[in-house]
């Protein structure tokens, strides 16, 4: 293999002849050999996309010529169309602040400038870093390609998802099946009022998230190393900003107090929150749907899921819910991912938090798992809901709690007398009414209608 010596503030360094990052890059490399995760492509692709604002910025404030900006920018391009992935290969567990991806960027991008001989030669910090620092960089770079997942990932996957359970909800809306309350026999539901429940939790969560976006529009970017903008012009967060908002179509705009967009990740962990909410939901949608398709002879079996696979090495002809377990192994990852968020958030030491890379690899995480998991659980298991109409109808009919529609007419404790009765004797509520001579059939047959228990 070939190499060629990079030069940094702290001596030499040997660099694999083809890779394009330099000296900081490569000793990061060398010196954080932690695990095998690497940092998130999406936030390279939001700090080039950064670094070309920044870079048109500082023409405007005459910092830059705009031969080198044009130049800067077309690399960052490259960088943001994948075709310089393989030289972003550092750790997520690096230093805190993410300096080393953010000296990453500012070398590949250099020496491509400068292998395409186009401009004069540019230096990684004095023109590529022109007025920033790694400390309002990335943090800036974070909630750009959060705001950036959630629009292009994590909410098409709940529309589809929710898109399918309104449908089934209005399809089923007229089954009548028992409900349950703490895993016991309830009074009547219709099917389709039970999923309209499963629908309305993910529009809630789809809302909340959403709500939870502004906060990520304002960036930190101008604050420099300490959030005074020291060697930044005034006024540059303001235009990168605005060169932002334009490029990409999200309101971004500069953090009223550069002081707080250093040190505090609230509005990343306030997003997390909410995604986390979701997840709880499709936790308990996925519960449900396991619970009523249980079976399909010894369990609950009111209703049918897709047999997508075997479920059984030893066992023939076992099917098991599969989307529902890899969909709530998904949801289990997320809480994770919630307490590393919560740590590393209220973790800042005065003018920073140097927990940044592992945050925003534990959020960009729980979105890319959530939305591939709906897709997946939408396509392979919720489209293909169907309800055992028989089952529902003999536990409906077998369900001592319509007894319920009685309490109006002989009152709780002799309702509550008929269903201990019937439940003794394992016989019928109508046949525990005539019995106990509290009812008689006629009676029985007027009150206790579950249609008009919906």
């Known amino acids: 293999m070939e190499y060629r010596i990079e030069k940094d503030t702290m001596g030499e360094v040997k660099v694999e002849a083809e890779k394009l990052w330099g000296?900081?890059?490569?000793?990061?490399?060398?010196?954080?050999?932690?695990?095998?995760?690497?940092?998130?492509?999406?936030?390279?692709?939001?700090?080039?996309?950064?670094?070309k604002a920044c870079a048109v910025a500082n023409v405007a404030y005459e910092k830059l010529e705009p031969d080198v900006a044009k130049a800067i920018g077309e690399a960052c391009d490259d960088i943001a169309a994948g075709k310089l992935a393989s030289n972003f290969p550092l750790s997520v567990y690096q230093t805190g602040s993410g300096t080393q991806t953010n000296m990453n960027l500012?070398?590949?991008?250099?020496?491509?400038?400068?292998?395409?001989?186009?401009?004069?030669?540019?230096?990684?910090?004095?023109?590529?870093?022109?007025?920033?620092?790694?400390?309002?960089?990335?943090?800036?770079?974070?909630?750009?390609?959060?705001?950036?997942?959630?629009?292009?990932?994590?909410y098409p996957s709940i529309?589809?998802?929710?898109?399918?359970?309104?449908?089934?909800?209005?399809?089923?809306?007229?089954?009548?099946?028992?409900?349950?309350?703490?895993?016991?026999?309830?009074?009547?539901?219709?099917?389709?009022?039970?999923?309209?429940?499963?629908?309305?939790?993910?529009?809630?969560?789809?809302?909340?998230?959403?709500?939870?976006?502004?906060?990520?529009?304002?960036?930190?970017?101008?604050?420099?190393?300490?959030?005074?903008?020291?060697?930044?012009?005034?006024?540059?967060?303001?235009?990168?900003?605005?060169?932002?908002?334009?490029?990409?179509?999200?309101?971004?705009?500069?953090?009223?107090?550069?002081?707080?967009?250093?040190?505090?990740?609230?509005?990343?962990?306030n997003t997390h929150g909410a995604i986390k909410a979701l997840a709880a939901n499709l936790m308990k949608i996925a519960n449900d749907i396991r619970w009523l398709a249980c079976g399909p002879r010894a369990g609950f079996g009111e209703i049918e899921i897709p047999e997508n696979e075997p479920g059984s090495s030893i066992m023939p002809g076992k099917v098991n819910p599969t989307q529902c377990e890899a969909m709530t192994m998904v949801v289990a990852r997320v809480m994770g991912n919630d307490v590393t968020i919560g740590l590393a958030a209220g973790s800042g030491n005065f003018e920073l938090n140097v927990f940044m890379p592992v945050l925003i690899d534990s959020l960009l995480e729980s979105v890319g798992l959530l939305s591939d998991a709906m897709i997946s659980f939408n396509d392979n298991c919720a489209e293909g809901i169907k309800p055992s109409y028989q089952k529902m109808?003999?536990?409906?009919?077998?369900?001592?709690?319509?007894?319920?529609?009685?309490?109006?007419?002989?009152?709780?404790?002799?309702?509550?007398?008929i269903a201990k009765y019937a439940h003794e004797k394992s016989i019928n509520l109508e046949e525990a009414a005539i019995q106990l001579n509290m009812?008689?059939?006629?009676?029985?047959?007027?009150?206790?209608?579950?249609?008009?228990?919906?």
């Open 23 to 51: 000296a900081q890059t490569q000793r990061s490399l060398e010196n954080f050999k932690i695990g095998n995760r690497k940092m998130p492509a999406e936030i390279i692709v939001a700090l080039a996309e950064l670094k």
């Open 393 to 417: 109808e003999e536990n409906l009919k077998n369900s001592l709690m319509l007894v319920t529609a009685l309490n109006p007419h002989i009152g709780y404790d002799k309702a509550a007398k």
């Open 106 to 154: 500012n070398e590949v991008i250099a020496r491509h400038v400068n292998l395409q001989g186009k401009t004069r030669k540019t230096h990684p910090n004095d023109d590529i870093n022109k007025s920033q620092s790694s400390n309002d960089t990335f943090p800036a770079a974070m909630h750009i390609a959060a705001v950036v997942a959630l629009n292009k990932q994590l």
């Open 439 to 454: 009812i008689t059939a006629e009676e029985f047959k007027l009150y206790v209608n579950p249609k008009k228990m919906i």
């Open 159 to 269: 529309q589809k998802l929710l898109a399918t359970l309104e449908s089934l909800s209005i399809q089923y809306m007229d089954v009548i099946k028992i409900g349950r309350t703490h895993l016991q026999d309830a009074t009547p539901i219709t099917f389709g009022q039970e999923i309209s429940g499963w629908a309305a939790m993910l529009k809630n969560s789809l809302n909340m998230i959403k709500d939870s976006e502004k906060y990520l529009y304002e960036l930190a970017i101008g604050a420099t190393a300490v959030g005074t903008g020291l060697n930044a012009p005034v006024g540059f967060g303001e235009k990168v900003c605005e060169v932002l908002a334009e490029e990409t179509g999200f309101p971004f705009v500069s953090a009223a107090n550069k002081f707080h967009a250093l040190t505090s990740k609230d509005a990343l962990a």
